[in-house]
């Protein structure tokens, strides 16, 4: 069974700055299988990335993902207030980390 | 436009049933596997199972395994859990979504199952 740990659990960053959060897997997987979400609030969850770098309709530019093997990544180049939210990443459609949030200063 | 109505949630005694559905529209249903996913208050997202397109092959998480059936009514446009042998630590927010291979692109707005005494 693949367990994704996500780190940090919390991000603190100010508009305009770069967040990076990270999303491992306990054993190697294939990047097809990794997908990003944002969620704030009160909402559902909406998909970010798909097939670990691939961006969903409707996504920023700013949003942005990497990686392989293990490690994973979504970088959001320049934040925006509204950017503020938890992320989670997933893995085969199945198993989510726990979640990352990001805070707007 | 697509869209995911969840119904069926409500406060229901340990060890009771309840089953939810969810109705879809916008896309052809039969087309895409289907999944459940569920969120406790204040936590994180849990998948919970998935359905393939015609409803011959379902995948559950370990937790619900032998309590809870995922099934589909394709010709209604209609995605279904039945939950049994309902526990505390099922009480969640409970969220239909759609498989686009390997993630998820659309979720209804969720129904809150609570499992109390």
């Known amino acids: 069974e693949v367990v994704l740990t996500q780190s940090p659990g919390t991000l603190s960053l100010s508009p305009g700055e770069r967040a990076t959060l990270s999303c491992r897997a306990s054993?190697?997987?294939?990047?097809?299988?990794v997908a990003w979400y944002q969620q704030k609030p009160g909402q559902a969850p909406r998909l970010l990335m798909h097939g670990a770098s691939t961006r969903a309709t409707g996504i920023p530019d700013r949003f942005s993902g990497s990686g392989s093997g293990t490690d994973f990544t979504l970088t959001i180049s320049r934040l925006e207030p509204e950017d503020s939210a938890v992320y989670y990443c997933q893995y085969y459609g199945q198993t989510f980390g726990q979640g990352t949030k990001v805070e707007i200063k | 436009e697509v869209q995911l109505v969840e119904s069926g949630g409500g406060l229901v005694q340990p060890g009771g049933s309840l089953r939810l559905s969810c109705a879809a529209s916008?896309?052809?249903?039969?087309?895409?596997?289907m999944t459940w996913v569920r969120q406790a208050p204040g936590k994180g997202l849990e998948w919970v199972a998935n359905i393939k397109q015609d409803g011959s092959e379902a995948v559950y998480v370990d937790s619900v395994k032998g309590r809870f059936t995922i099934s589909r009514d394709n010709a209604k446009n209609s995605l279904f859990l039945q939950m049994n042998g309902l526990r505390a630590d099922d009480t969640a927010v409970y969220y239909c979504?759609?498989?686009?291979?390997?993630?998820?692109?659309?979720w209804g707005q969720g129904t809150l199952v609570t499992v109390s005494s």
């Open positions: 979504a759609r498989d686009v291979g390997y993630a998820v692109d659309y």
């Open positions: 054993q190697r997987v294939g990047s097809n299988y």
């Open positions: 916008g896309f052809t249903l039969r087309s895409h596997w």
